[in-house]
């Protein structure tokens, strides 16, 4: 058993995090701090944890803890953790984008392994700290890395994803608002998203020529779930990518490719990656769908988490999807 604290537990992630630790079999939650619920029971945040937990909001830390789960806005973990020195023995999991960037991965001496499984396992498997990736990035990500490094990524891509209104975080904002969001969509951000630095960076880790990227991301009218399209020019059969994206993720626990098209049902509430490829003349269409909750947020933390402590990667993570 390992005791484990969350910060910013009253979020999106930090409570689907709550969720996830509190029926891991290897987890004990130690904390699960907040400055502004302090004292407040855990269900007042997550009315459907009532019954499985009377755990409590806390302004108190442990700074001797296993592990810890950052799960602050962008630009307040690295100030978190300098207010806060943690144990040198605790092992940190942040799940903002402060630490994903190379430039931006080491902090006091210990780096921050980008945390990926799918690219960086072995590197997991030895971190002290890991920066969970983004879920646009994720989604992408695992959409392109076998052409990337099997050298054949070298044309532009297109891309293009949708992703729900939990993906804008728990305040409330204009375009979540339910008058807004409902029967209604748009695009953001175009082709200037923040996921992009740490998409360039694991596409490029290969060593390989790597064409340029246009991302196009849009706001869609449901909750949960990314569903991204990718394409790029291929000059060998449907056959090859398939053996191409098989290979690569043979030993992924995660990540399967679909013969049928993909639709977002089959992976929300679930750690699940669909790939679906599909071949027009010399375009290779790819097309990725996550929970950007889960394998987009918190279900990769804890998927690192088991491997950096030597769990099962799956452990606690066997979730059934919303089919219907």
Request: with cysteine.
């Amino acid at each position: 058993m390992i005791k484990v604290g969350i910060i910013g537990g009253s979020g999106y992630t930090g409570g689907e995090l709550i969720r996830l630790l509190l029926h891991h079999p290897q987890v004990e939650i130690d904390f699960i701090y907040s400055t502004t619920k302090a004292g407040k029971a855990i269900t007042a945040a997550h009315a459907d944890l009532l019954g499985q937990t009377d755990l409590k909001f806390t302004n108190a830390l442990n700074l001797d803890i296993d592990l810890v789960f950052l799960c602050l806005g962008h630009g307040n973990s690295h100030k978190f953790l300098l207010e806060n020195p943690f144990s040198s023995a605790t092992k940190i999991i942040d799940l903002s984008n402060d630490f994903r960037l190379q430039a931006d991965a080491v902090f006091k001496g210990n780096k921050f392994v980008y945390g990926l499984p799918e690219l960086f396992k072995s590197e997991i498997k030895k971190a002290v700290a890991i920066a969970n990736p983004g879920c646009f990035a994720t989604a992408i990500q695992l959409a392109l890395l076998p052409l990337a490094k099997a050298g054949k990524l070298s044309n532009e891509v297109h891309i293009n994803a949708v992703t729900g209104s939990t993906g804008a975080g728990i305040k409330p904002s204009e375009t979540t608002h339910f008058s807004w969001r409902n029967n209604n969509a748009s695009w953001y951000k175009p082709f200037t998203h923040q996921h992009l630095g740490e998409i360039g960076e694991s596409l490029n880790s290969f060593g390989t020529d790597v064409g340029k990227r246009y991302f196009l991301p849009h706001r869609g009218n449901f909750t949960r779930g990314i569903l991204a399209t990718a394409y790029t020019k291929f000059n060998e059969s449907l056959e090859v990518a398939e053996q191409l994206y098989g290979s690569f993720y043979q030993n992924a626990v995660f990540t399967h490719i679909a013969e049928a098209p993909l639709h977002l049902k089959q992976v929300v509430n679930t750690n699940n990656c669909h790939i679906h490829l599909q071949k027009h003349d010399d375009i290779l269409l790819v097309t990725s769908a996550i929970d950007n909750l889960l394998k987009g947020a918190s279900g990769q933390a804890v998927q690192n988490m088991n491997l950096m402590f030597g769990f099962e990667e799956n452990l606690g993570l066997n979730l059934k999807a919303s089919a219907f």
